[in-house]
């Protein structure tokens, strides 16, 4: 069924009783044309832009448990693109123009909203490397400006820039377009799209194993609901997919951490921006519903444990207070922690392991969702093809051979 | 946060007074002329990031400022055993000493 404003009044007329299944809950089939590994943003999205742009419709995407159900519901769901590199501005900023037109693209309000993401610096390095992510980002033509610290209070009234605090703030970068979008839509929009095209997305299906034809290539995956044929699998496991690739022989240059995030009790509106701090490990935006959404940092240690040690989102808390003294006696409602895949550079894989038919979309560590759609549609586009496409082609896993990293470790905004 | 044995205080202390040092027994390439890059990738940044035990480095960086290994689950965070630098990955099935 396609929503429109039509529809949502005459279900209202029926006390909205009559709404039907977003997708189906589908039994495996023997066989498929492909499968893709995890149902999160990224897997859905792929498995979507599989089916519509590439005609493949007899395709699956497995997930162990719900979907939507790891990163995708626990990241604090900020939307930027203003990397340092072109090959990181490629992939951002083609995820960002996508953002632009999805809730359209998918009929589904993803509520992605622009609302300015400014990013503090508090120290002379913060100011150079800032202004150099601004130059950078606009001779690509990225939005992206710098702003005083009195244009930053402007911005965002909420923020304390007195200069007798720990580490004060003396400057800004803002992107405009940059904002927040609601990520469990996100899943559902893609799902939703995803299955109305024919693909069937199974659930509480943990894949246990990967079948090797005598030819070393890919021919099925064991799963929880028995072996499922298949000679294309896509990997789309984040924190899980060291484990996932080892079924098949293959290491990764990954180590997956907690990262954790944390909401207060709902309050009425008082940020209309996300604020991110590097340097003092925090960030924080509202949410539609009212509560401050706060992100945290990782763990020191590799960890698949979905929790974190209580002194990092303490330490983040500190740094809130500080920046943020409005918001010093809210109590916090909830906190949690998702398992992020870091790779050395702090860039995305986006590749063919030496294995036939087996292709894997990892490694987005702290900051994957922003990346949601044009990560979904760079990746069906290569496991469709067989061949990486502009964008996605300096994301190969070859890159740690070769030596040709893309180091965007100054432009994460969480410590690494 | 996690309560820490160092081998060499031999008393636990709290995760704040050690910093985390990676993957143990992650031998360097003796030859470095020898070495294929497939080889350098491999040492530089390929890592087992195992969902179960994994050994790996600690420093008692507030404390005695020695390097040792640990055996932790990684899916409960629990440790397992920790020996000295230098010593052999003790064998360990998972139980919780």
């Not at chain 1, 079948?211 to 896509?234: L, M, P, Q």
């Not at chain 1, 921006?273 to 509560?291: P, R, W």
């Not at chain 1, 207070?321 to 398992?339: K, S």
Request: proline letters at 5%.
């Amino acid at each position: 069924m396609k929503f429109s404003a039509l529809s949502v009044f005459l279900q209202g007329l029926k006390g909205n009783r009559d709404w039907p299944a977003q997708w189906r809950t589908p039994e495996p089939k023997a066989a498929y044309d492909a499968i893709i590994v995890g149902a999160g943003g990224h897997g859905l999205a792929t498995a979507y832009y599989m089916a519509k742009e590439h005609g493949m419709r007899n395709i699956a995407v497995l997930e162990k448990g719900w979907l939507g159900g790891g990163n995708t519901g626990r990241n604090t769901t900020i939307v930027r693109s203003n990397y340092l590199w072109e090959e990181s501005e490629g992939i951002y900023e083609h995820a960002m123009k996508l953002w632009e037109g999805l809730s359209h693209e998918l009929n589904y309000n993803v509520m992605y909203s622009p609302r300015g993401v400014m990013m503090l610096a508090h120290n002379i390095h913060d100011v150079q490397v800032f202004k150099r992510h601004v130059h950078a980002n606009r001779l690509a033509g990225i939005d992206n400006e710098w702003l005083t610290a009195e244009q930053a209070k402007e911005f965002c009234p909420l923020l304390n820039i007195e200069r007798n605090i720990r580490h004060p703030v003396i400057g800004a970068s803002l992107q405009r377009r940059g904002g927040t979008a609601r990520h469990d839509a996100v899943a559902w929009g893609y799902a939703r799209g995803a299955d109305r095209l024919g693909v069937d997305i199974i659930q509480n299906c943990e894949v246990t194993g990967i079948r090797r034809d005598a030819s070393g290539a890919v021919s099925g995956v064991e799963t929880a609901k028995g072996f499922i044929a298949t000679k294309r699998v896509g990997v789309v496991a984040a924190g899980n997919t060291s484990v996932i690739m080892g079924m098949a022989g293959v290491r990764m240059p990954l180590e997956s951490y907690p990262l954790q995030a944390l909401v207060s009790e709902p309050v009425k509106p008082m940020m209309s921006c996300v604020v991110m701090s590097n340097t003092v490990h925090a960030y924080m935006s509202q949410s539609d519903k009212g509560e401050l959404v706060i992100g945290a940092g990782t763990d020191a240690y590799t960890s698949y444990s979905q929790t974190g040690g209580l002194h990092i989102a303490t330490h983040t808390l500190d740094a809130i207070c500080e920046l943020f003294p409005a918001v010093r006696r809210l109590r916090m409602l909830r906190n949690w922690g998702g398992i992020v895949d870091v790779t050395p550079d702090r860039s995305p894989i986006i590749g063919k392991p030496p294995v036939p038919g087996l292709f894997v979309n990892c490694g987005w560590g702290t900051g994957g969702f922003k990346a949601t759609p044009g990560s979904g549609h760079v990746f069906a586009d290569l496991v469709a093809r067989g061949e990486p496409n502009a964008i996605a082609a300096p994301f190969t896993i070859d890159r740690f051979r070769t030596g040709r990293l893309i180091d965007e470790a100054a432009a994460a905004a969480v410590a690494h | 946060m996690l309560l820490i044995r160092c081998p060499y205080c031999e008393m636990e202390r709290p995760e704040l007074e050690f910093r985390y040092g990676g993957e143990a027994h992650v031998a360097r390439p003796l030859d470095p002329m020898a070495t294929s890059d497939d080889e350098w990738a491999d040492y530089l940044y390929f890592r087992s990031n195992p969902r179960g035990l994994h050994a790996e480095r600690w420093r008692h960086i507030n404390g005695c400022g020695r390097f040792f290994n640990a055996i932790r689950d990684t899916v409960s965070d629990k440790i397992v055993v920790t020996y000295k630098a230098g010593e052999a990955r003790p064998a360990t099935t998972g139980e919780i000493a």
